[in-house]
Nanobody, 122 residues
Framework: VQLVESGGGSVQAEGSLTLSCAAS????????MGWFRQAPGKEREWVAS???????GYKDSVKGRFTISKDNAKNTLYLQMSSLKPEDTAMYYC?????????????????WGQGTQVTVSS
């Protein structure tokens, strides 16, 4: 199993970015997929997830600004981020859930990408 994130970068507040996560090595469509982030000095936290059935969930602070989606044909997960705030600055990771349904705790995910940095300046 391999997960490779891309699309991070530096943007000004209120800007937008779209992160991608290319997956390989397993049947992509049958698992939950999630995005997490970790800011310096803070614990890694759940941001959004999408189940094998397409049901999505979001951390309260990103609702209405972030959209998670997936393309099963391309084995790729996306996170569209808009109206970005400086507090969104973090390393963003995609992860594969242990089942087809999603949960928010880290230990319910078993494979992780290497991360892509998002920096939002005010």
């Amino acid at each position: 199993v391999q997960l490779v994130e891309s699309g991070g970068g530096s943007v000004q507040a209120e800007g937008s970015l779209t992160l991608s996560c290319a997956a390989s090595g397993y049947i992509y469509s049958t698992y939950c997929m999630g995005w997490f982030r970790q800011a310096p000095g803070k614990e890694r936290e759940w941001v959004a997830s999408i189940s094998a059935y397409g049901t999505s969930g979001y951390k309260d602070s990103v609702k209405g600004r972030f959209t998670i989606s997936k393309d099963n044909a391309k084995n790729t997960l996306y996170l569209q981020m808009s109206s970005l705030k400086p507090e969104d600055t973090a390393m963003y990771y995609c992860a594969r859930g242990r089942s087809n349904y999603c949960y928010v705790t880290l230990n319910t995910y078993d494979y992780w990408g290497q991360g892509t940095q998002v920096t939002v300046s005010s």
